[in-house]
């Protein structure tokens, strides 16, 4: 009995050193894990803010950024029917730093939409250039969607339009092929940093608001 106590407490001593000298295992962290790089891509979206400072009744679906690569924005309408653009208006929200184009749908919901810098906005269709004042071009593309009425007839202005604003040159509709609605943007900086938001209006039309930084980004 004597001697198997013995070795038992041998073997427990033995156990004792062998876990001394085994390294540590690191502890557990989650600060390496919340300081870890993200993608900076501009196909990278943020999560929707519900209250932006400056606008609050906007969802925020694109934070400011300047997207050199295709954002994409899925649809969440169900058609029939397709989605039709009734109103574009441009307006200067000087006080807060950037100027803004919204685009009204009569719709169950939002159009899809992607967006992103191009080199040359082109028609669809055809793929002829479309002439925009300005040093950078923003091309946005909504589907499903249509900007004219089931008789054919245009139900916003098609030619460009020149709000006279110190970032937007112009902007104009360079494609309603079907059920893809397409502007394009000139902006006088080359690429100036863009905000994409979405709102319902009280009247049912669902805007999708493209706003642009007034500072004179490179």
Not at 68 to 96: F, M, N, Q, Y
Not at 123 to 144: E, H, K, T
């Amino acid at each position: 009995m004597q001697r198997l106590l013995t070795l038992v407490a041998a073997t427990a001593l033995l156990a004792a050193c062998a876990n001394a000298d085994a390294p540590a295992a690191p502890p557990a962290s989650t600060a390496h894990n919340s300081t870890a790089p993200t993608s900076t891509t501009a196909a990278t979206t943020d999560k929707p803010a519900e209250t932006p400072a400056d606008d609050p009744g906007l969802t925020i679906q694109y934070n400011w950024g300047v997207p050199t690569e295709e954002v994409t924005v899925e649809d969440r309408v169900s058609v029939p029917p397709v989605p039709i653009l009734v109103e574009v208006k441009a307006g200067d929200h000087t006080a807060d730093g950037y100027e803004r184009v919204t685009f009204a749908f009569r719709a169950a919901n939002f159009p899809g939409y992607r967006f992103r810098y191009v080199q040359q906005v082109v028609q669809d269709g055809s793929g002829d250039p479309v002439q925009l004042p300005g040093r950078g071009y923003l091309q946005i593309v909504f589907n499903p969607a249509h900007a004219h009425d089931d008789a054919g007839r245009a139900t916003v202005p098609r030619g460009l339009q020149r709000p006279g604003f110190r970032q937007i040159s112009g902007y104009q509709l360079a494609g309603d092929y079907e059920a893809y609605v397409t502007y394009g943007f000139g902006f006088a900086a080359s690429r100036p940093q863009i905000r994409v938001g979405e709102r319902k209006r009280p009247d049912g039309t669902y805007v999708v608001a493209v706003d642009v930084s007034r500072a004179q980004a490179s």
